[in-house]
């Protein structure tokens, strides 16, 4: 019970850190950028809320198609699952604790299975990020001229390459967990063909979602943008905070960060890409962390060997 209200605590002081004192956006200032634009009205907030429902009724369906390979469950178990993981990773790197959050709702001989399920639905939704984000940055630097320094990008990955390689080799050199790491890979390659095309189809329907849920506050907040243009720097700043690790919860100040720069070829203001990418944070974030932490609460452990 201490760790569940720790984890509980520590999710709530870290989102209050991010909203209250955040040095870029003043609270005050954001509230009036909100209601400046009608945030509040009825038609906006069902709209915005109506792509956050969809953001993660797609999430927690893909994961409850995952799960149905080893056992079938009900979308309430998985939405339970999902949401509760979610809460328990904000504050780890690139939400890497959610394969743990998960894996523990099941007996202790499926764990390694439900980490190879999971791994596969991130490695789609990271694919269809990659993809898009690829396509959308060439454009955009091709249409901004962006200089790109490639000898540094070279090395940056160089580096993270050696690093993945260092890490395989000394876990095949000192045995440490290596064929715990085989059978996850043994697994997640019996998955079935159709499967990992119903994980992959679900993992682009959201990412159009949240990308266009970002688009539409882009038109609430009438930044004078394209479509066409809209959705490569959408894309390009989804690619870049992607690939950069981060606890999180501090995801909203590295994607604002990376959203100013991108935005700031529009001679958008840096206050309204700020309000538009925390207000993301809080509809595809908070509100389902403050629901996930009902269920980290009420989370019975499952000791079954």
């Not at 996930?292 to 019975?300: E, M």
């Amino acid at each position: 019970m201490i760790l569940k209200l720790s984890i509980v605590i520590g999710c709530t002081y870290f989102i209050y850190l991010r909203l209250g004192k955040n040095e870029q956006l003043f609270f005050s200032d954001f509230y009036q950028k909100l209601s400046k634009n009608n945030i509040f009205s009825f038609k906006t907030a069902f709209i915005l809320f109506i792509f956050s429902f969809l953001n993660w009724f797609l999430e927690i369906l893909k994961w409850k198609y995952l799960v149905g390979f080893l056992k079938k469950i009900s979308f309430y178990k998985a939405a339970k699952q999902s949401l509760a993981s979610l809460t328990t990773s904000l504050i780890t790197p690139n939400r890497i604790g959610e394969y743990g959050a998960k894996a523990i709702y099941f007996n202790k001989n499926d764990r390694k299975k439900i980490l190879g399920l999971n791994f596969v639905g991130n490695f789609y939704q990271m694919l269809m990020t990659l993809f898009f984000g690829v396509i959308g940055f060439s454009y955009f630097s091709f249409l901004h001229k962006v200089e790109i320094n490639f000898p540094q990008i070279f090395i940056i990955f160089l580096t993270i390459f050696i690093a993945i390689t260092a890490f395989f080799l000394i876990i095949k050199r000192f045995n440490l967990g290596e064929l715990y790491f085989k059978k996850v890979r043994n697994f997640t390659k019996k998955i079935p063909l159709s499967l990992n095309i119903k994980v992959s189809f679900l993992s682009f329907l959201r990412f159009v979602v949240f990308s266009h849920q970002f688009y539409f506050l882009l038109i609430i907040f009438t930044v004078n943008i394209s479509y066409l243009e809209a959705i490569s720097a959408i894309t390009s700043v989804y690619l870049i905070a992607s690939i950069i690790p981060m606890l999180s919860l501090f995801d909203v100040v590295l994607k604002s960060s990376v959203a100013i720069w991108v935005f700031s070829f529009f001679n958008a203001e840096p206050l309204t890409i700020l309000s538009i990418t925390t207000l993301m944070w809080i509809l595809n974030f908070v509100l389902p962390a403050i629901i996930g932490c009902y269920f980290v609460l009420t989370f019975k452990p499952n000791f079954v060997k």
